[in-house]
T-cell receptor
Framework: AQSVAQPEDQVNVAEGNPLTVKCTYS??????LFWYVQYPNRGLQFLLK??????LVKGSYGFEAEFNKSQTSFHLKKPSALVSDSALYFC?????????????FGQGTELSVKP | DSGVTQTPKHLITATGQRVTLRCSPR?????VYWYQQSLDQGLQFLIQ???????AKGNILERFSAQQFPDLHSELNLSSLELGDSALYFC?????????????FGQGTRLTVV
């Protein structure tokens, strides 16, 4: 079965420091991977996606993600965290076995950036 | 603003009742997905429609049903509601189904069953 895992429920970072939110995946074949962010009482906002090509993907709000096939990981990164980055982050993989191609989400990681 | 509109934003209803959640996808998007978000289950896929036809079903209860209309808006019907159905229900849309296209989410409907 295809799945994603986010091993950390919560990540705490000081403002200005680099941040990493981890994601590992399990799929058959080449994955389509996505990161979304959810602010309180809001829907999920698309940040970035990996389809193919360059392993470093750049997205919205200064975020980027590194695809590592050998480690089956797709970690979200930002060089310098902002307090406003505090939110719930979801990693997702496209279900390639299903005609509808739904997104399968990880459990989410709560990012807290302190001043 | 994602361009996906969900109504109502909040809904409080009693056990045993029936409610309808509505979703208007982004202009031009043919695919609509419904998800349920709860604290203990995370984001669970319920059902997907593409251009009016059901294409995939997830862990959707028999008490729940959905449809997509010719104008592409979708409705999720929840009946015989139980306390455990309290959750945030999201609709998402994308131009195609599957592949490399991202899905755009609405702001959700928060359902509280009392």
């Amino acid at each position: 079965a295809q799945s994603v895992a986010q091993p950390e429920d919560q990540v705490n970072v000081a403002e200005g420091n680099p941040l990493t939110v981890k994601c590992t995946y399990s799929v058959s074949g080449n994955p389509y991977l996505f990161w979304y962010v959810q602010y309180p009482n809001r829907g999920l906002q698309f940040l970035l996606k990996y389809i193919t090509g360059d392993n470093l993907v750049k997205g919205s709000y200064g975020f980027e993600a590194e695809f590592n096939k050998s480690q089956t990981s797709f970690h979200l990164k930002k060089p310098s965290a902002l307090v406003s980055d505090s939110a719930l982050y979801f990693c997702a993989v496209r279900d390639m076995n299903n005609q509808g191609g739904k997104l399968i989400f990880g459990q989410g990681t709560e990012l807290s950036v302190k001043p | 603003d994602s361009g996906v509109t969900q109504t109502p934003k909040h809904l409080i209803t009693a056990t045993g009742q029936r409610v309808t959640l509505r979703c208007s996808p982004r202009s031009g998007d043919l695919s609509v997905y419904w998800y349920q978000q709860s604290l203990d289950q995370g984001l669970q896929f319920l059902i997907q429609y593409y251009n009016g036809e059901e294409r995939a079903k997830g862990n959707i209860l028999e008490r729940f049903s959905a449809q997509q209309f010719p104008d592409l808006h979708s409705e999720l019907n929840l009946s015989s509601l139980e306390l455990g159905d309290s959750a945030l229900y999201f609709c998402a849309s994308s131009k195609r189904q599957g592949g490399n296209t991202e899905a755009f989410f609405g702001q959700g409907t928060r359902l509280t069953v009392v």
